[in-house]
């Protein structure tokens, strides 16, 4: 039997529908949204989220002078032994650098600097011919010194006075060994010298501004000079002490 509603007269309100429904379907009915609201929420901030952006710690240069004290070095092209004495070997120096994170940066160093040294043979030449040959008994000499290190710097993130460590790897060059006179003159045959070197330092640093930094280091390293050559039961290791001054400018 079909309830007809008569024509004008009002249609039926929802609490008369809320209760022509039987209670336990209404409980279904709320479960089924309460479940679909649960797993909209999280859909739609996974369409709509993004990636938090990775921060940029920006980019580091930095440029100053270093002094550095080398021991000897043995060395078989020349057969002889290089003397660099005490006296620190000034070089200029830069580095770029990457910052990684608030305290850390991973670059590069490149120092240049022509210094003085004793060249000292192994032997001592007393044929006549020994003065037509450079240095043959000995000399003062001079060369380029080159450094090309890979550099990992950790520490500084404080504004104002704060230390640091810096640990390097890479090569000393030593180019164009000649003599210290009007002449001179080149010295063996080997125009330049590639030694594996590195170092580990400790440093102290002062940020006159957010950007502008300014650095003192301290560090001790060793390299090694070709074996080729050398005289059975040379050493072929040297050591080095290095102290560096620089300013670091962020960009």
Known sequence: MTLMQPAGS????????????????????????????????????????????????????????????????????????????????WQVRGTLEKGIDEATTLGVSLGYGVVDLAVTPFRTVTVPEAPQVPCANGCQAQTELWSLMGQFRSGGDRPGFHTFFEGQAGVTGFRNLRTR??????????????????????????????????????????GWHSEADLPEGTSRTWRMRNTRASLRFAF
Request: include cysteine; aromatic fraction near 10%.
């Open 10 to 89: 009002p249609r039926p309100r929802l609490a008369t529908l809320v209760g022509v429904l039987p209670a336990r379907r209404w409980l279904r009915l709320g479960g089924v949204a309460l479940l679909l609201c649960a797993t909209a929420l999280p859909l739609t901030a996974q369409i709509r989220g993004r990636p938090p952006a990775r921060p940029d710690y920006g980019w580091w240069f930095s440029g100053g002078a270093s002094g550095v004290v080398l021991g000897s070095i043995n060395d078989g092209a020349t057969q002889s032994r290089w003397d660099f004495g005490s006296d620190p070997l």
């Open 181 to 222: 006179d009007s002449t001179q003159a080149p010295i063996g045959a080997t125009r330049q010298q590639f030694d594996l070197s590195g170092s580990l330092g400790f440093g102290f640093g002062y940020a006159l501004s957010r950007g502008l930094v300014a650095t003192l280091v301290q560090d001790f390293g060793m």
